[in-house]
Nanobody, 127 residues
Framework: QLQLVESGGGLVQPGGSLRLSCAASGFTLDDYIIGWFRQAPGKEREGVSCIVSSGESTEYLDSVKGRFTISRDNAKNTVYLQMNSLKPEDTAVYSC????????????????????WGQGTQVTVSS
């Protein structure tokens, strides 16, 4: 069955870095748009970033621009979210999501667009 598994979360001090991975099993990511989302306690889920199937186009939440970088390695069937200069307000459960889409389809940070979701990985930024 189609499955997405996130990893790489943990506890980090403010200003630190983490790299999250989203690995797919049961299907290949080549034809899928991928989004990263986060949800902090008591807050609504928000779209953090997304990347088109070719990797040529990406989008970011304003508050993470310049700090986070999304990338994909289709050969490894994995999408990454490199997070630098982390802040306490980045603390949340981070999840990846996927949707099959024709080449050229733009990605979106809206959750309703995606069909498959991982379970999430906790990121805690604290001193």
């Amino acid at each position: 069955q189609l499955q997405l598994v996130e990893s790489g979360g943990g506890l980090v001090q403010p200003g630190g870095s983490l790299r999250l991975s989203c690995a797919a099993s049961g299907f290949t990511l080549d034809d899928y748009i991928i989004g990263w989302f986060r949800q902090a306690p008591g807050k609504e889920r928000e779209g953090v970033s997304c990347i088109v199937s070719s990797g040529e186009s990406t989008e970011y939440l304003d508050s993470v621009k310049g700090r986070f970088t999304i990338s994909r390695d289709n050969a490894k069937n994995t999408v990454y979210l490199q997070m630098n200069s982390l802040k306490p307000e980045d603390t949340a459960v981070y999840s990846c999501a996927a949707r099959a889409a024709p080449l050229g389809t733009m990605c979106t940070k809206r959750a309703f667009f995606y069909d498959y979701w991982g379970q999430g990985t906790q990121v805690t930024v604290s001193s």
